[in-house]
């Protein structure tokens, strides 16, 4: 199979052969290079991909031309706790809202197993009631949802689900869909973003955070008020504004013709007299 997938790109068709190797004591597949004048390599990626990988003279640079899995986000945990994997994106991890790369300086070697890291503790007490906790919930849509979940069976509605989660300290996510609820304790792994290939999840997940990681938020949406309420006032002023201008000056005129029409008949009174 992978000696035909090499035969249809161009690039590798007849610079390599693929050799499927199975005996008694291992199992292995060889690559000859039929083109001395082109150079190859193979390796098993951070990430978990094998990748072949051929100079190209062109572009002068290494270019992977096949990948085992395909999508990166196939291996399990390949991002780290925390993330979010996107296989159309490069680089395709990335950390949840509110969250931070825990070793940065792994990340830029595209070590990313170390994850992501909360900016915020969350704010849990001891006390059991649900009212005590200012935390909140963010959701990250259409995503694969994480491994090991919790299924709540008495929680028959969505604020009966969160209501479960912000009870228990250690529940950092849940997840509530056709009447199911589902609650995450501790770290958060494998959330791969829906590709529309090879993962068409469209679940839902809710990521518990701090309600500070909320304020900038809302004191945005406090300090810009709605666009629409402002055009409606304005025009609705505007338009009172005319009104009122209209109003005194036919109060102006009304009232000139009636003083004119008054003098008038006081000066024919007074030569009558």
């Not at 604020?159 to 479960?164: I, L, P, R, T, Y």
């Not at 006032?233 to 000056?249: D, R």
């Amino acid at each position: 199979m992978l000696k035909a997938v090499l035969d249809m790109d161009p690039r590798t068709k007849g610079l390599i052969n693929a050799t499927y190797v199975d005996n008694n004591q291992e199992e292995y597949y060889m690559y000859i290079s039929l083109d001395e004048s082109s150079s190859f390599f193979i390796l098993l990626d951070i990430s978990g991909q094998i990748k072949l990988n051929l100079w190209s003279q062109a572009k002068q640079s290494w270019q992977t031309i096949y990948a085992i899995p395909d999508d990166p986000c196939i291996p399990p945990a390949t991002c780290g706790p925390y993330t979010v994997c996107n296989g159309n994106a490069h680089p395709s991890c990335d950390c949840m809202k509110s969250f931070s790369q825990k070793s940065p300086q792994d990340w830029e070697f595209e070590d990313r197993t170390e994850g992501c890291i909360r900016n915020r503790p969350l704010h849990c007490t001891s006390d059991r009631n649900i009212t005590s906790s200012t935390d909140m919930f963010h959701p990250i849509s259409q995503v694969t949802l994480p491994y090991n979940p919790q299924s709540i069976v008495v929680a028959s509605t969505q604020s009966k689900c969160e209501e479960a989660c912000l009870s228990s300290c250690s529940c950092t996510a849940y997840s509530y869909n056709n009447s199911r609820c589902y609650v995450w304790n501790g770290e958060l792994l494998s959330v791969n973003l829906n590709n529309g290939i090879t993962i068409t999840s469209k679940d839902v997940l809710y990521l518990r955070l701090s309600a500070k990681d909320f304020l900038p938020s809302l004191r945005k949406n406090k300090r810009k008020p709605n666009v629409g309420v402002v055009i409606a006032t304005s025009i609705t002023g505007f338009g009172l504004l005319i009104l009122l201008f209209l109003l005194l000056n036919w109060r102006n005129k009304f009232c000139g013709v009636v003083c004119c029409h008054y003098t008038m008949t006081i000066k024919v009174v007074l030569a009558g007299l």
